[in-house]
């Protein structure tokens, strides 16, 4: 049976899921889904449910137990690239001003598809990438190290999310998809409100 897509202007729960827990829930906006590409939108001044602890310190790595607390995105207007099956996300951030700021990708499990949205989970190590894709670097690789160290992440499966990265730097060298495909020119629809989490979203499963 074909999966349910969404259509361009749906809001959905972008869920990261660590063991059966949420871990982190942002609404966002679909600018695309299809079978070659899962787009979004997550404006700056989205609120969102962050993790952090019992306590309410934040927290980075999911070494112990946690609670979600509301939060308000405040860092830069952004848009989420993700092919279907692809253990990455390339992220573009914009300014106020709709400068591009530069590029990032995500290292994380491939996107599954529920009832209102998708889950998935950040594997830590990122790229950041300057808007010209001229320079590169990686970001978190400490979290990395945590989520091996914490036995979160097996030494082979932590090789196998740097080995992904690396692919993506080809791609991103080669100028391949998505880094060909006019996005620093995308603009998100002026008649979309700000994303709010959808009703369910605690509760929603897989599709």
């Not at 001044?45 to 979600?68: I, K």
Request: with cysteine.
């Amino acid at each position: 049976m074909n999966p349910v897509r969404f259509s361009p202007g749906d809001v959905v729960a972008m869920r990261e899921v660590w063991r059966g827990k949420v871990w982190a829930a942002r609404p966002m906006v679909v600018v695309r889904d299809d079978s070659d590409l899962h787009a979004f939108w997550f404006p700056r001044g989205t609120p969102w449910r962050r993790p952090c602890a019992l306590d309410g310190s934040p927290m980075r790595v999911p070494v112990r137990e946690w609670r979600l607390a509301e939060d308000e995105w405040d860092r830069n207007d952004n848009l989420i690239l993700a092919a279907p099956g692809a253990a990455h996300a390339v992220h573009l951030f914009w300014s106020a001003e709709t400068e591009l700021l530069g590029w990032y990708v995500n290292l994380q499990q491939p996107l599954e598809r529920t009832s209102v949205g998708f889950d998935y989970m950040d594997l830590a190590l990122d790229v950041v990438a300057a808007p010209d894709l001229s320079t590169w670097r990686w970001k978190d690789e400490d979290d990395l190290t945590e989520f091996v160290s914490h036995g979160l992440l097996s030494a082979g499966e932590a090789r196998a999310v740097r080995a992904e990265g690396e692919a993506v730097l080809v791609r991103m060298h080669d100028r391949a998809a998505p880094f060909n495909d006019g996005w620093p020119s995308w603009r998100p629809d002026p008649s979309w409100p700000m994303p709010t989490l959808p009703v369910g979203w605690e509760r929603s499963t897989r599709a």
